[in-house]
Nanobody
Framework: VQLVESGGGLVQPGGSLRLSCAAS????????MSWVRQAPEKGPEWVSS????????YYLDSVKGRFTISRDNAKNTVYLQMNSLKPEDTALYYC????????????????WGQGTQVTVSS
């Protein structure tokens, strides 16, 4: 199993980024997927989850209306579109496989990517 994130970078407040997570080594369409972030000197924070079919999604309250999770099962990829970014969104963003559809209980995730850095600063 391999999860590879990309799309991070430096963006000004109010800007946008789209993160991608390319999955391989398993039947992607069978699994829920999630995004988790970790800011400097803070613990991990669940951000969003999506069910295998892509029709059910969940969000951290502070990102609702700004972030959109989606997936393309034909491309084995999950995305996180981030709009209206704020400095407090600065973090290392990880995608993870969520075999139990545990959403915010990321102790139940079984595979994680290496992360992609998002920095929101003027």
């Amino acid at each position: 199993v391999q999860l590879v994130e990309s799309g991070g970078g430096l963006v000004q407040p109010g800007g946008s980024l789209r993160l991608s997570c390319a999955a391989s080594g398993f039947t992607f369409s069978d699994y829920a997927m999630s995004w988790v972030r970790q800011a400097p000197e803070k613990g991990p924070e669940w951000v969003s989850s999506i069910r295998p079919g892509g029709n059910v999604v969940y969000y951290l309250d502070s990102v609702k209306g700004r972030f959109t999770i989606s997936r393309d099962n034909a491309k084995n990829t999950v995305y996180l579109q981030m709009n209206s970014l704020k400095p407090e969104d600065t973090a290392l963003y990880y995608c993870a496989r969520d075999p139990r559809a545990a959403n915010s209980d990321f102790s139940k995730y079984d595979y994680w990517g290496q992360g992609t850095q998002v920095t929101v600063s003027s």
